[in-house]
């Protein structure tokens, strides 16, 4: 089990973090490409909706995790490759939540991991849609709470 590393950047709407650069160098080419795209979707969700103001990108666990200290909008949302799985990424949520339970009710057709993950296939095409939904529904996760409105 990886060790939480320590935050090295408040990055707001910057690229990644020099760690964070490091860790996508590290990843197999199919498996970087896809997870630079999930960053770059998380970003550009995160820029078009409201409430939830600058992300910060740094590592938990040792994996990519994108943070809304700004606002405390969100719950923290983690991309990876799926170990040992060498043609799996995962959006990871907060296990605590129900978010990845109205994941499932919102999208049967996704595939998912308990109640924690998004996997997806590396040679697949992005459910860009869906991922921009759910991402958005994660990011802004303390906001509805506050509301009294449900995931």
């Known amino acids: 089990m990886r060790k939480p590393a320590r935050s090295t950047s408040k990055a707001t709407r910057r690229p990644q973090t020099k760690s964070a650069d ?3 160098d590290a990843y197999p ?6 997870l630079l795209a999930l960053r770059r979707l998380i970003f550009e969700t995160a820029k078009a909706t409201r409430g939830v103001g600058a992300l910060e990108e740094t590592l938990k666990w040792g994996q990519p995790s994108y943070l809304t200290p700004e606002t405390g909008s969100g719950s923290t949302v983690r991309i990876d490759q799926v170990k040992p ?3 799996q990424v995962a959006v990871y949520f907060h296990c605590q939540t ?3 339970e109205t994941f499932r009710e919102l999208y049967p057709e996704l595939n998912y ?8 296939d ?5 459910p860009e849609a869906a991922l921009r939904h759910c991402v958005g529904l994660a990011l ?4 509805r709470r506050k509301a009294g409105v449900a995931s």
């Open 29 to 34: 080419a199919p498996v970087k490409t896809k």
């Open 22 to 24: 490091a860790l996508f």
């Open 85 to 87: 799985a060498a043609d």
């Open 98 to 100: 129900n978010l990845v």
């Open 140 to 143: 802004t996760y303390h906001l």
């Open 113 to 120: 991991s308990g109640n924690r993950a998004i996997l997806l």
């Open 122 to 126: 590396v040679a697949g095409k992005l």
